[in-house]
């Protein structure tokens, strides 16, 4: 986890009440200091810190608790949703904002029955499993941008018959950005990232000094 998501996450509910549910949960950057290519970082949020692949099955969201006599806040919950098949869980799993380092079991338990209803077999633990962030526009745009200046593809790959059929076949009705808005991305992580590279020689040099 990012420096940024420990101390979002170390605060406590009533510090970040003000704060936006995407914030909260999960809310991703335009940049990263840590490395140059490192576009999609998550800021903020709990699911940073969530390594389990179980999480996947779920869709999260926040619920606020208040004083039910003065409507003055309490605490907040996270509310673990079965993406696919609710109708096969006991009901939603609820676990407090800040029991964050809870364990798995009970929502493994309960990703278990549903695929075995489904009659899908578990999948096993993978220890090289790699994070994805949830769906959204903007982080589809983000990985666009980020493969562009990682890998040095062009902008017009988005235009690609091939392309456009794999996220079509991968998530029907997904809008691919347009041509000008990844070059906008391209020119955002360009200039936050000269911007980063510029302090950070300024730095050594004067540590050099």
């Known amino acids: 986890m990012n420096q940024a998501g420990g101390k979002i996450n170390s605060l406590t509910d009533l510090a970040m009440w003000g704060k936006s549910d995407e914030d909260i949960i999960g809310a ?3 940049f990263s200091l840590s490395a140059l290519y490192s576009l999609v970082d998550y800021l ?3 699911v940073a810190s969530w390594k389990s692949k179980v999480y996947d099955h779920y869709g999260v969201t926040l619920k606020r608790n208040v004083d039910e006599l003065t409507g003055e806040p309490e605490s907040m919950d996270f509310v673990f949703t079965c993406k696919s098949h609710p109708e096969f869980h006991p009901g ?13 079991t009970n929502l493994r338990t309960d990703v278990d029955v549903c695929l075995k209803k489904q009659g899908i077999e578990a999948p096993k633990a993978s ?15 983000a990985l666009i941008a980020t493969r562009c200046a990682k890998h040095a593809r062009p902008i017009n790959t988005v235009l690609d018959d091939d392309y456009l059929a794999e996220v079509e076949m991968l998530r029907p009705g997904t809008k ?7 070059q906008r991305d391209l020119m955002n992580i360009y200039e936050c990232t000269s911007t980063y590279v510029c ?3 300024a730095v050594s040099q004067f540590l050099g000094q």
């Not at 220890?127 to 745009?141: A, I, L, N, R």
């Not at 691919?176 to 990844?182: I, Y």
């Open 127 to 141: 220890s090289s499993y790699v994070k994805v962030p949830p769906y959204s526009e903007k982080v589809h745009c």
């Open 199 to 201: 302090n950070y020689f």
């Open 176 to 182: 691919v950005p347009h041509l000008s808005t990844v």
């Open 28 to 30: 991703c950057a335009w």
């Open 44 to 46: 903020g949020a709990a």
């Open 92 to 104: 939603p799993r609820v676990r407090g904002r800040s029991k964050t380092g809870d364990g798995t």
